[in-house]
């Protein structure tokens, strides 16, 4: 098993295991960095999750994600904060997110 402690660890694995995009979080769907490709809830599958918690501070808390789309023929990551610095989502995107938790 590889030791991962920090997000650059863990975003260098994933993208090696191919999570290649980079996403971003929009009210109801994701959206690929770049091409602005959207991805809703029903058309993706939340493969593993990953959090950190800041020591001393609550907003260093974030989740990494690592986001896979049969539909789109596509794989990458969302970091999001957590806690008080999360952002807030549709009842459709928190339960898609939420689907697996390491």
């Known amino acids: 098993m590889i030791q ?6 863990v975003l260098d694995h994933l993208q090696r295991e191919g999570y290649t995009t980079d996403f ?3 009210d109801n769907c994701i959206e690929c960095h770049g091409n602005f490709l959207q991805i809703f809830p ?3 599958s939340v ?3 990953y959090r950190f918690e800041g020591m001393t501070d609550p907003s260093d808390e974030a989740i990494i994600y690592a986001i896979s789309s ?3 023929n596509v794989k990458g990551t ?4 957590y806690g008080p610095s999360s952002s807030s989502l549709t009842h459709e995107m928190v339960k898609a997110l939420n689907q697996r938790t390491i």
Request: overall charge negative.
């Open 4 to 9: 991962m402690t920090t997000l650059t660890e």
């Open 24 to 26: 971003n979080l929009k």
């Open 42 to 44: 029903s058309e993706f």
């Open 47 to 49: 493969d593993k999750t």
């Open 70 to 72: 049969e539909k789109h």
């Open 78 to 81: 969302l970091v999001n904060g």
